[in-house]
Nanobody
Framework: QVQLVESGGGLVQAGDSLRLSCVASGMGFPENIGSFVLMGWYRQAPGKQRELVATFVGGGATNLADSVKGRFFLSRDNARNAWDLQMHSLKPEDTGVYYC???????????WGQGTQVTVSS
């Protein structure tokens, strides 16, 4: 059973940067995230639905929400079984709980992390 653990959230001011990390475990040797069909980040602001922020899909293509293009960058480290979300020029509207997500194969249901709070003050 794959498990995801996020880290790196916090309280920052508008214009600041923050880096979130998600580490996957439970895949069993020698599997690693290189075989995952989906991994990335979603977020949920208070009173709003959960929305996509950035994901790697399939062969490595990246999907980014229009609202974060040019500010957020997604990277992965297969050796660490981890992927990071580097966030720059943060805005108050980026505030929310950020969840990492992974889907191992097309037949599996997505797995979610527990979420990490990001608060951007104006």
């Amino acid at each position: 059973q794959v498990q995801l653990v996020e880290s790196g959230g916090g309280l920052v001011q508008a214009g600041d940067s923050l880096r979130l990390s998600c580490v996957a475990s439970g895949m069993g040797f020698p599997e690693n995230i290189g075989s995952f069909v989906l991994m990335g980040w979603y977020r949920q602001a208070p009173g709003k639905q959960r929305e996509l922020v950035a994901t790697f899909v399939g062969g490595g293509a990246t999907n980014l929400a229009d609202s974060v293009k040019g500010r957020f960058f997604l990277s992965r480290d297969n050796a660490r079984n981890a992927w990071d979300l580097q966030m720059h020029s943060l805005k108050p509207e980026d505030t929310g709980v950020y969840y990492c997500i992974a889907q191992v194969t097309p037949r599996d249901s997505p797995v979610w992390g527990q979420g990490t709070q990001v608060t951007v003050s104006s």
